[in-house]
Each structure stands twice: as C-alpha cells, then as structure tokens.
C-alpha cells in the first residue's frame, strides 16, 4: 500500500511559481497513475492533472499550458510545476495514486491520498 506525503506549498504572489512534490512509499509510483487535485474553500475536489505508468500526461482545462506534471522513478517522487499562477489557483493541494487502467481524473478512481499541501495566490 503506497504512502503518499506533499510538501512545496506556500504563498506566493499572482504571476509567481512553485513546484509541489509528491514523495511515495511502501510502493513504486511508477506502478501507479499519479495525480493532482485540489480543493478551494467551499468547493469539491476537482483534478488538476495526471501522469500514467506510460507517462503520458493529461491536464484540466484550466490549468493547461501553466501547470507541468512530471515523476522521478530513481526518487520515487512526482512533481507539479505551476506557473503563472493566479488567485484562482488558491486551494489545498493533493497528491494520489491509482491502480486503475484508462488514465482516471475522478476522486472516486483514487485509493491513494497524501494529506494535502496549501497553496495560497495573492493578488
């Protein structure tokens, strides 16, 4: 059973950048569809992003052409690089895994959470 732990939040102003990382263990990420969700206030949990054990990658609309979703097999560690990031972007992130087949983007598709970093855009 794989253990997922976050780490790379922070605050950062609209325009800025950061890279969120996924550390994994008791199993191999790359055995796995690795993804990103997050939660704003308020809100479900909705995908941002997800690289398969082939590592073909996919993307929420919103998201597309600033966020960049990328594993190391030697670190056992998936990433999220975001750039220009905007308020709308605020949310706690979260790292997941799923054994499933056909590239999952629902919440339900994952058994694997980490616990959650925040990421907070200010204006």
């Known amino acids: 059973q794989v253990q997922l732990v976050e780490s790379g939040g922070g605050l950062v102003q609209a325009g800025g950048s950061l890279r969120l990382s996924c550390a994994a263990s008791?199993?191999?990420?790359?055995?796995?569809?690795m993804a990103w969700f997050r939660q704003a206030p308020g809100k479900e949990r909705e995908f941002v992003a997800r690289?398969?054990?082939?590592?073909?990658?996919y993307y929420a609309d919103s998201v597309k052409g600033r966020f960049t979703i990328s594993r190391d097999n030697a670190k056992n560690t998936g990433y999220l690089q975001m750039i220009s990031l905007k308020p709308e972007d605020t949310a706690v992130y979260y790292c997941a895994a799923s054994a499933r087949s056909g590239g999952p983007t629902e919440v339900y598709e994952y058994s694997y959470w980490g616990q959650g970093t925040q990421v907070t855009v200010s204006s």
């Open positions: 008791g199993g191999t990420l790359s055995g796995y569809t």
């Open positions: 690289i398969r054990r082939s590592g073909t990658t």
